[in-house]
Structures are given as structure tokens and as C-alpha cells.
């Protein structure tokens, strides 16, 4: 066990002195850039399937059309993410009129196709982002784009070889459709990131946490952060334009209360000798989706132990001489990464 002497910890507010200081000292740190990676050009073929479906007058040649074109994702689609019914029972045109022409899917189509228009700088993102992918592993899969309405169910859904997309989940926060969802199914900070910004970093971390990160059975807290923070660094490295606060899902003031209390974070854990435990609930707590983190103050996000793996990570690639993505995470064990990291 990792074993320090209690201390009374004084977490600092989430203030705007705060926010304002702690992003000045991030400026500093963020020129110890960990991996740099040169795209390479890629063409990623993306289906609308929103667009087949709500534009299409007979659901059954849309129905082909969608399956010919997104063969691998259209199944899941049909049985998994809407779930009314198999792909080849010849009554799913009947299923999919009563989705498509509800008026409040026919709304959120329509916000769709006013919010991002043809899609190019959402493409051109995703492009850039599995071109460096392709960089760090030459052998990696690049996955077909699928873009879908699904009526909130599934927000992203990667399979083997498809990455598809609801986009309803993207079209902004004051939208009325999403204002009016449930709060018990879609608690405020869920909504709060349903904004076109989130729709890249979700899709490329959505596709990164199945087919990048390892399995996670039996392993304690440390390893489990280590494994988070090794996804995190590299779609941070996949996206070096995208403002960090959008890689984790969190607010700008959740991230500078973070970076305010990293020692403070760190102490709690150490003094409750967490960071080898294996309980279950308490490693849920520190990874776990949510308005906050059980356990520490009101103004910390959700999820804290990813944002402390991703710290971790990023202190031992900064301080390789030649850090590699395929080193990391094929070789590169937890307490070889915890002996690197001095948190401040």
C-alpha cells in the first residue's frame, strides 16, 4: 500500500483568479508537448445515414441503400441502437416510418442539417485525427464514418471496422428537443456537452477506449487511471488543436479546478491508500461519469481519475528521450509511469 500521513487538504475554489492563473501556468507546461504526430493523408469514407433515411420517401430502398452502404454498422443500427426489430424482417420499413416521421426526430434532422451544413470541418478533423492515428500505429484500422440520428439512444457507437455517429447528441445544449429530455435519463451535465465542439473528440475517444484500451478486469486503481491516461495522451496527441477541456468532457473551470488541485487530488488519494485498491466502488467513484466526483468538492468534474491517469501519462512521455505511442502502450507498465510523476 501507498502510505502518506493525513494532512487537512484545502482544495482551492474554482474562481476566476484561479481559472486565470492556472492557465497561465498551463501555457508554461504546454510547450513540453509528449508526442508530436505528422498526419498521414488519409480519405475516410463517411455515410450519411441520417440524411438516407429522413430523405429517402420508401424506407424499404432506403433500408437497401443504408445496407449496402454501411454494411458493417446498418445492423447494429437497426437491432441495437433504434432496437425495432431484425435487419431482414420485411416489416422494418414500418419500424423505421414510425421513427422518421415522429415530428420531434423530424425537428433534430432538420437542426442537424443546419448546424453542420456539409460537414467539411467536421470530416476534415476526423481525417486529421485517424491520419496521425495511422502515424503512432501504421497498422491501425481507419475506420467508415457513419453519421446517424438515432433519437438519443446511442451517442457513439464504434464497431470493428465502422465508427458511427449520433449526431443529435451535438447540435447545442439550448436546443429545445434537448432541453425537454428527461432529466433523469439526461442529468444537466450530460446536456451541458451535447455542443458541435464535443462532436469530434467524443467520436475519435469513443473509437480510442474500445479498440486501444486494454482490459481492464482484475486490475487496480493506478493501473486503471494509467490505461485512461494512455488513451487521453494520445487523442490529445490525435487532436493537438482541440481545447483540452473538450478531451475530457469537462467545463473550462472543472479542467482549472483540476490543475489548481493536483496535489491536493493526489494527497486524498494516497492518504485513503487508494491508489492500489481494487475496490470496486471506489474505483467506480474515481471513474465514473458524472457532475462531480463523490468525495471531493461540488466544483470538480466527474471522472477525476481520468484526468489524473491522463497527468501521469503525460509527465513520463515528456521526461523519454524518444517517447513512442507504440512503446507505451505495449511495454510501458503503470509503476514505471508512477515513478515519473511529481504532481505540483
Known amino acids: ?17 484561479i481559472v486565470v492563473l492556472v492557465s497561465m501556468f498551463q501555457a508554461c507546461r504546454d510547450h513540453e508537448e509528449a508526442v508530436a504526430l505528422d498526419p498521414a493523408p488519409i480519405r475516410l469514407q463517411v455515410v450519411r445515414l441520417d440524411s438516407i433515411l429522413f430523405h ?28 425495432i426489430g431484425p435487419v431482414d424482417d420485411p416489416r422494418l420499413a414500418i419500424g423505421l416510418s414510425r421513427f422518421v416521421n415522429e415530428p420531434d426526430w423530424i425537428e433534430v434532422q432538420r437542426r442537424i442539417e443546419e448546424v453542420f451544413g456539409d460537414w467539411e470541418e467536421e470530416i476534415e478533423g476526423l481525417e486529421e485525427a485517424f491520419g ?24 457513439i457507437f464504434p464497431t470493428d471496422s ?32 451535447m455542443v458541435p465542439a464535443m462532436l469530434v473528440p467524443s467520436a475519435v475517444k469513443g473509437w480510442l477506449l ?6 481492464q478486469r482484475g486490475m487496480d486503481l493506478l493501473e486503471r487511471m494509467v490505461h485512461r491516461g494512455k488513451v487521453l495522451v494520445l487523442l490529445e496527441a490525435l487532436l493537438p488543436t482541440t481545447e483540452r477541456h473538450l478531451l475530457f468532457g469537462y467545463s473550462p473551470d472543472q479542467l482549472a479546478w483540476c490543475e489548481a488541485n493536483e496535489l491536493n487530488i493526489w494527497r486524498e488519494l494516497v492518504s485513503k491508500e487508494l491508489i492500489y485498491t481494487k475496490d470496486d466502488r ?7 461519469d458524472g457532475p462531480f466526483t463523490h468525495g ?23 521526461a523519454q528521450e524518444r517517447p513512442s505511442f507504440q512503446e507505451l502502450f505495449g511495454s510501458v507498465e503503470s509503476r514505471t509511469v508512477l515513478r515519473t510523476y511529481k504532481p505540483r
Do not use: C
Open 132 to 155: 496521425r492515428l495511422h502515424t503512432a500505429f501504421p497498422d491501425s484500422i481507419i475506420p467508415q464514418i457513419v453519421l446517424y440520428n438515432a433519437g438519443f439512444n446511442y451517442g
Open 282 to 288: 471506489e474505483i467506480a467513484r474515481l471513474l465514473s
Open 1 to 17: 500500500m501507498v502510505r502518506g500521513r493525513k494532512v487537512r487538504r484545502s482544495f482551492l475554489p474554482s474562481v476566476t483568479i
Open 162 to 193: 465502422s465508427l458511427g455517429i449520433g449526431v443529435e447528441w451535438f447540435i447545442g445544449r439550448d436546443h429545445p428537443v434537448v432541453q425537454a429530455l428527461a432529466p433523469e435519463q439526461f442529468p444537466h451535465y450530460l446536456k451541458e456537452r
Open 56 to 83: 429517402t420517401d420508401d424506407l424499404n430502398a432506403a433500408s437497401r441503400m443504408a445496407q449496402a452502404e454501411a454494411r458493417n454498422l446498418y445492423p447494429y443500427y437497426v437491432e441495437q441502437v433504434l432496437a
Open 210 to 215: 474500445v479498440h486501444y484500451q486494454a482490459d
Open 296 to 318: 471531493f468538492p461540488r466544483e470538480s468534474p466527474g471522472n477525476l481519475g481520468e484526468w489524473l491517469g491522463y497527468n501521469m501519462v503525460r509527465s513520463y512521455l515528456v
